[in-house]
Structure formats: C-alpha cells, structure tokens
C-alpha cells in the first residue's frame, strides 16, 4: 500500500521561507515522478513542481520559479519541497503526489496515482 506524507507546512511571514517534506511508502522514487501540488481555498489544484526520476528533470509553474526549488532524498524516500521568498498567493494546502505521468499529463492531477493529505502553508504578516 502506498503511502505519502507530508509535513512542515505552517505560518510564515511574507518573504520567509518553508520546507515542505513528504515521506513516501510502498515504492521507491525508481520509474516515478514526484509533484507538488496546491490548493487555495475557493480553487482547484494548481501545479507547482514535479520531479522526473528518469533523467530527474525538474519542472515548475512560473510563478514560483526561482522561488521553489524540488528534490528528493533517495535514501530516505523522502521528497522536498524548499520555498523562498514566500508570498501571500503561496497560502494554500500543499499536497505532494507520486505517478508515472506522460510528458504532457506531468502538470495535471489525472497523471497522478498516490496522492499525501496536504499540509497547511499560511503566507500572512
């Protein structure tokens, strides 16, 4: 059985920063591509980043490029999401997904199979 993770979700004020992380059971990062996703309340999830384990290709939304910045830690199953310069539009419940999207499908929900709980991010001074 899968299983995602997620934590250090929290308050922070604008231009700090947080480090999202999200441990992972039931399969290793081998074949699979990590995302980040997020939802505001009133929206629909948004891409933010996801990870290729072929290659290990990053691929961000341009907001938050430059800003975020996705990894993994293989030996620990362990996946990162580090967020500088943090603004009020980043408040949103951050959720990391794991799944063997094609290209195209890389920055939708549909190319995901195994989805974490969330975790809180508040952007707020």
């Known amino acids: 059985q899968v299983q995602l993770v997620e934590s250090g979700g929290g308050l922070v004020q604008p231009g700090g920063s947080l480090t999202l992380s999200c441990v992972i059971s039931g399969h290793s990062f081998s074949g699979y591509t990590m995302a980040w996703f997020r939802r505001a309340p009133g929206k629909e999830h948004e891409f933010v980043a996801a990870l290729r384990s072929s290659g290990g290709h990053t691929y961000y939304t341009d907001s938050v490029k430059g800003r975020f910045t996705i990894s993994r830690d293989i030996a620990k199953n362990t996946g990162y999401l580090q967020m500088n310069s943090l603004k009020p539009e980043d408040t949103a419940v951050y959720y990391c997904?794991?799944?063997?999207?094609?290209?195209?499908?890389?920055?939708?929900?549909?190319?995901?199979?195994?989805w974490g709980q969330g975790t809180q991010v508040t952007v707020s001074s």
């Open positions: 997904a794991t799944g063997v999207p094609i290209l195209s499908s890389i920055r939708t929900t549909s190319g995901y199979r195994s």
